[in-house]
């Protein structure tokens, strides 16, 4: 099948809303179709899609408010309007640099068949400046592989990075949601990986723009505490899911897989306790309701005092 990208923009901001469309319309590969969603913003989106011309261009606009927590409701209700056999959901002021759907053709032709397909991916500032490079990663990877490398920080990556056979998207559920899209393109991307791993292209093919305005900046860290917590379940479940598949004990799936159940509690109590300190730190007045929560989110009492003093620095 020729492969035919849906190109989904769950859309907020103006400011960028121009030269995320553009990227799009400047692909070398042209089979393709642009779906923005414009989730009841303020501002007025929709001056910005007229001034472009193009059939394969469709607006749609929200009678209600997704909103920052529920903004994963938005990227499915972009995927509900897709036709093409694949789907990239890229962010507003975000760009598809020019041989992006060209490089993931190659690499469809090379492993045919994946669930999902991850674009090399620099990142640039709110001027459109170069600001740094995504980690390199192996052409092809396995679900657990892919895992492994973003809790150990060697996988900066994003929702508009990934590409993902749509039909399997659907059937597994969608974007997976949690509040403030939280580790949703983490889990997301892992869970199409599951099916027969993952390809990254070699080539930059996506910008990604760095800003204090991006989702996970937003929101309360009670709200994040809750998503870490939502997070951690998920992936206890994928550990025993694949634990249950029986590697042999000289692969390097099991070694992968053994290196995730050990460091699930150590991983997911750093970022609980760094999120702790936030709301410490922005809650003075319900100061003692935020300590005795400290309990319910499994912190011992010297995490708690731990986390109280640096808060207090």
Same mark, same amino acid.
């Given at each position: 099948?020729?492969?035919?990208?849906s190109?989904?923009?769950?859309?907020?901001?103006?400011?960028?809303?121009y030269?995320?469309?553009?990227s799009?319309?400047?692909?070398?590969?042209?089979?393709?179709?642009i779906?923005?969603?414009?989730d009841?913003?303020?501002?007025?989106?929709a001056?910005?899609v007229?001034?472009?011309s193009?059939?394969?261009?469709?607006?749609?606009r929200?009678k209600?408010?997704?909103?920052?927590?529920?903004?994963?409701?938005?990227?499915?209700i972009?995927?509900?309007?897709?036709?093409g056999?694949?789907i990239?959901?890229?962010?507003?002021?975000d760009?598809?640099l020019?041989?992006?759907?060209?490089?993931?053709?190659?690499?469809m032709?090379?492993y045919p068949?994946?669930?999902v397909?991850?674009?090399?991916t620099?990142?640039?500032d709110?001027?459109?400046?170069?600001?740094?490079?995504?980690?390199?990663?192996?052409?092809?990877?396995?679900?657990?592989s892919l895992?492994?490398?973003r809790?150990?920080?060697?996988?900066?990556?994003?929702?508009?990075?990934?590409c993902?056979n749509?039909?399997?998207?659907r059937?597994?559920g969608g974007?997976?949601?949690?509040?403030?899209a939280w580790?949703?393109?983490?889990i997301?991307?892992?869970?199409?990986?599951?099916?027969?791993?993952?390809?990254?292209?070699?080539?930059?093919c996506f910008?990604?723009?760095?800003?204090?305005?991006?989702?996970?900046n937003t929101g309360?860290?009670?709200?994040k505490?809750?998503a870490? +917590?939502?997070?951690r $379940? %998920?992936?206890?479940?994928?550990i025993?899911?694949?634990?249950? &598949?029986?590697?042999?004990?000289d692969? #390097?799936?099991?070694?992968?897989?053994e290196?995730?159940?050990?460091?699930?509690p150590k991983h997911f109590k750093?970022?609980?306790k760094n999120?702790?300190?936030?709301?410490?730190k922005?809650?003075r +007045?319900?100061?003692? $309701? %935020?300590?005795?929560?400290?309990?319910?989110?499994?912190?011992? &009492?010297k995490?708690?005092l731990?986390? #109280?003093?640096?808060?207090?620095?």
């Amino acid at each position: 099948m020729v492969p035919f990208f849906s190109i989904a923009i769950p859309a907020y901001k103006k400011a960028y809303l121009y030269e995320a469309v553009e990227s799009c319309l400047a692909q070398s590969y042209n089979n393709l179709e642009i779906i923005i969603v414009d989730d009841a913003s303020p501002e007025d989106l929709a001056t910005v899609v007229t001034r472009f011309s193009d059939h394969r261009i469709r607006y749609y606009r929200n009678k209600k408010n997704c909103g920052a927590v529920n903004v994963v409701d938005n990227w499915n209700i972009c995927l509900s309007y897709a036709k093409g056999n694949y789907i990239i959901c890229m962010g507003d002021d975000d760009r598809l640099l020019p041989n992006c759907l060209e490089e993931y053709v190659k690499l469809m032709d090379k492993y045919p068949g994946l669930g999902v397909y991850h674009a090399w991916t620099e990142l640039i500032d709110v001027q459109s400046a170069f600001r740094t490079l995504q980690q390199p990663r192996p052409e092809y990877e396995t679900a657990l592989s892919l895992a492994w490398n973003r809790w150990n920080g060697r996988n900066r990556q994003y929702i508009g990075d990934f590409c993902f056979n749509t039909q399997l998207l659907r059937e597994t559920g969608g974007f997976y949601k949690n509040p403030l899209a939280w580790a949703s393109d983490d889990i997301t991307a892992i869970r199409a990986a599951i099916y027969k791993g993952i390809a990254n292209t070699q080539t930059l093919c996506f910008q990604y723009r760095a800003n204090d305005r991006t989702i996970t900046n937003t929101g309360s860290s009670q709200m994040k505490i809750e998503a870490i +917590l939502q997070e951690r $379940k %998920w992936f206890e479940d994928f550990i025993k899911e694949q634990q249950d &598949k029986g590697f042999p004990v000289d692969s #390097l799936e099991h070694k992968y897989l053994e290196c995730l159940k050990n460091e699930l509690p150590k991983h997911f109590k750093m970022k609980l306790k760094n999120e702790f300190v936030l709301g410490l730190k922005s809650n003075r +007045l319900h100061l003692l $309701k %935020w300590i005795c929560n400290g309990r319910l989110y499994g912190l011992s &009492k010297k995490e708690i005092l731990t986390c #109280l003093l640096k808060s207090i620095k």
